[in-house]
């Protein structure tokens, strides 16, 4: 919760130090960063951090996707973007309204 506040207030440097002391991250943790980069216009630095989840590998879920599909349309990052869509298929997540809406995107 203190991730968001520090990210919905623009302070990115307090919520990427709060992030990095965290003792274990799980998936919303590491959601909540990512989130936190995108929604302040830092999405190279949210695809590092995906990329970083997947190495300590911690399963992305739907919002992840969603929020990684989002940073990739940003970006106009279309290659990421495919490699996304293609880990959605491989890793068989129902492709609802959400996620559908993403990857339109």
């Not at 106009?76 to 293609?86: F, R, V």
């Amino acid at each position: 919760a203190l991730v968001n506040m520090y990210g919905r207030c623009g302070d990115l440097e307090n919520a990427r130090s709060l992030f990095d002391e965290m003792p274990q991250r799980n998936v919303i943790a590491w959601n909540s960063m990512i989130a936190v980069y995108s929604q302040n216009g830092h999405g190279r630095q949210a695809l590092e951090l995906f990329r970083q989840m997947q190495m300590k590998g911690v399963a992305a879920d739907k919002i992840t996707f969603i929020s990684i599909l989002d940073v990739c349309a940003d970006l106009a990052a279309l290659a990421a973007g495919k490699e996304n869509h293609s880990c959605i298929l491989n890793c068989e997540f129902e492709i609802d309204v959400a996620v559908g809406t993403a990857l339109v995107n």
